[in-house]
């Protein structure tokens, strides 16, 4: 990943390109964050459901 520095300037190429207030960086960020870190939770949570049933399938069946 490019880190944060690459996000913060693609942010601000999007919102020149289209005319929008440079001080919206900020909020922007944060919301890209949080949708990150979203993302993140329910990949995880939908890895370890996953495991569960596999386990609770193997310990039903053997």
């Known amino acids: 990943m490019g880190g944060p520095n690459v996000d913060r ?3 601000e190429l999007l919102l020149d390109s289209r005319g929008l207030p440079m001080m919206a ?3 922007v960020e944060r919301s890209v964050t949080f949708n990150r870190i979203d993302w993140i939770e329910r990949t995880v949570s939908f890895i370890a459901t996953h495991m569960f049933a596999h386990l609770l399938g193997l310990t039903l069946a053997g």
């Open 9 to 11: 300037n693609l942010i």
């Open 25 to 27: 960086v900020d909020d």
